[in-house]
């Protein structure tokens, strides 16, 4: 544990996660107005003192938009990794456990997953179901979880035969008190890591649809959203595009950081070079 | 080599089969059936054509001999015709009773999106390569650190932000590129090279975007594939025997550490074909992603199975000629698999 406060990479995520994290959580407290009020009079105001990041092209406050907007990016990647998570764990432990033709057919089942290109699925998926924030949680989580079950698999491969697994075996535990109890509390390390990273993607393709338009709707923001409606202002309201970009940078940057300084400050191998 | 290339070759069966199941499916996920208003239904069209949509797609009968007539029909390579686009043909090329020739939609917008993700590729490449090896050779100095940050910066910057960005700066701006299209309007009266010259033009900006995009993957991989291979003995024997630092590094290390690029590269095709849908719907570019994202807002069926299983078999097909080109690059490999 006390690697991960040595290493610069994770730390500098973990403090622009928890920052927007506290932002996200207290966005009704930090936002100096309602992220809905539209207003007549304040139309495509640029960035000032009363607006700190502008108004938009229906008089609403950008700042107060990006903070709710923190809330749905944040959200989604996080719910959706969640769901992915826990069908790779599902899937790969039975696949690494059981071996044969389970495995066979689990991992078959991957690599079909993994040669359909993946925003094609979500966008085939995502048309026929109403826009809302849960079905895009769910489209996602249930699009991502190829590169967790491959993880849970291999680790459990390779640590199905160690001596304190057969021990265990040997003494009559229970497959499940096996999988729970020794394997995956062992392999927890690259499953934390690759959720970590898993959340920096989910919330590009969160911004990325609801850029497209199919995915949060308005007038709930959303990062992609605002943007969308920026692009129409881009030639005299460039405050609208850049922050929500901005926004997303920061936000993936930090996962991407915390993600890759957690592989290094867990992973023996790489930290003792 | 020929048995593993057989091999490879049956193992696409039971993928392939999976595709196809997986994108057949997605058509009944819509509510009632596919030419029903609720799933977007063009409400206009008359009862007497959406009766004879139903008998196309044998929609009267079970599920499962639905799927069936439907595989039948796709290995003919037959994937039926667009219900938006005034009928034209899915795939390829068609010739009506009186010869006309209406062309396939994919077969149109398969060479652009190939056309810039190829060029994409090459600029790729052209600056990833050395910027990981640089990045290798002063590990962690100040220009590794640097490309690091880059590297960083480059894996969480939105592309459709940057596109957004770049095409306000380059093209509303300053006028220096054109920021949507392929042609510029009356292209088609100059000399080929001249419309050669046009095209280019139009997608230096998306091609700018998916190469810097994807850069940061590919330079972070060659780093650390230099890295790896650059500690192991063989390179310390050839510094041992009195090479040239130079020799050592480009001719004995770089080699290695390029080989397991080409799985990357084939890897990364789901995610290009995939990832061409933001770009081409920004630039307006008709490609294989501009084709499908139309595609699901009109609830175009056929186009949007039609695509999910090409799209899925290219990527199989891409995969496979990475695992073969691998196998004739590494003897290792090569020995390996034919003994």
């Known amino acids: ?273 | 080599m020929l048995s593993y290339l057989l091999k490879r070759l049956f193992w696409m069966v039971p993928l392939l089969v999976g595709i196809s199941l997986i994108s057949f499916l997605i058509m009944h996920l819509a509510p009632g059936d596919i030419t029903s208003t609720e799933a977007g239904f063009n409400p206009k069209t008359s009862e007497e054509s959406r009766q004879k949509l139903r008998e196309m797609y044998n929609l009267d009968k079970p599920v499962v001999v639905q799927y069936g007539l439907w595989l039948k029909r796709i290995s003919k390579l037959d994937f039926g015709h667009s219900f938006a686009s005034h009928q034209k043909p899915v795939f390829w090329e068609e010739k009506d009773k009186d010869g006309n020739i209406s062309k396939g939609m994919i077969q149109e917008a398969l060479p652009i999106t190939l056309l810039i993700n190829v060029l994409s590729l090459i600029l790729i490449i052209a600056i990833a390569l050395p910027l990981g090896v640089i990045s290798a050779l002063t590990q962690n100095k100040l220009p590794d650190r640097a490309i690091t940050i880059f590297v960083f910066i480059g894996f969480a910057i939105p592309g459709f932000w940057l596109a957004l960005m770049l095409m306000y700066w380059t093209g509303v701006s300053h006028h220096w590129l054109p920021i949507s299209g392929l042609h510029s309007l009356g292209s088609d009266k100059l000399p080929w090279v001249s419309q050669v010259i046009d095209t280019l033009h139009h997608l230096t900006l998306p091609i700018l975007i998916s190469g810097l995009t994807g850069l940061a993957g590919i330079s972070l991989f060659v780093r650390n594939g230099m890295l790896d291979v650059l500690h192991q003995d063989y390179i310390t024997t050839a510094r041992a025997k009195g090479l040239p630092e130079n020799t050592v590094v480009y001719k004995h290390a770089l080699r290695n550490a390029l080989l397991p690029l080409i799985t990357i590269f084939g890897l990364s095709i789901p995610g290009l074909i995939g990832g061409s849908v933001i770009a081409e719907s920004i630039f307006a570019i008709p490609g294989m992603g501009k084709l499908f994202y139309d595609a699901v807002l009109m609830r175009d069926f056929p186009v949007i199975m039609g695509i999910l299983t090409i799209g899925s078999a290219l990527t199989l097909l891409g995969n496979l000629l990475a695992d073969l080109a691998y196998a004739w690059a590494d003897p290792r490999v090569r020995k390996g698999v034919s003994s």
């Open chain 1, 1 to 273: 544990m006390r690697n991960i406060f040595r290493n610069p990479l994770a730390v500098a995520g973990l403090c622009i996660i928890s920052a927007i994290l506290l932002m996200a959580i207290f966005a009704p407290f930090i936002a100096p107005y309602d992220p809905d009020a539209i207003h007549v009079k304040t139309i495509l105001l640029a960035p000032s003192a009363e607006h700190i990041m502008g108004t938009d092209g229906l008089g609403r406050d950008v700042w107060s938009r990006m903070l709710f907007g923190a809330r749905i990016s944040l959200l989604v990647g996080i719910v959706a990794v969640g769901i992915a998570t826990i069908i790779g764990i599902f899937l790969g432990a039975i696949a690494g456990f059981y071996r044969g033709w389970v495995d066979t057919v689990i991992m078959r089942l991957v690599d079909v997953m993994l040669s359909i290109p993946t925003f094609f699925l979500i966008l085939a998926v995502i048309a026929f179901l109403t826009p809302s924030i849960w079905n895009i949680m769910i489209v996602i989580g249930l699009t991502s979880w190829m590169g967790v079950t491959r993880l849970v698999r291999a680790e459990f491969l390779s640590l199905r035969n160690r001596e304190f697994v057969l021990a265990s075996q040997t003494l009559g535990a229970k497959d499940y008190r096996l999988i729970f109890k020794h394997l995956l509390p062992n392999s927890l390390t690259p499953i934390i890591v690759s959720s970590v990273l898993g959340v920096a993607s989910a919330v590009l393709v969160e911004s990325g649809l609801s850029f497209l338009g199919l995915g949060v709707q308005a007038p709930q923001a959303s990062w992609g959203n605002i943007l969308t409606d920026g692009k129409e202002y881009i030639e005299f309201a460039w405050w609208l595009s850049l922050f929500p970009g901005i926004a997303i940078l920061i936000t993936v940057l930090g996962y991407n950081l915390l993600g890759e300084g957690l592989r290094d400050a867990l992973d023996p191998r790489t930290s003792k070079n």
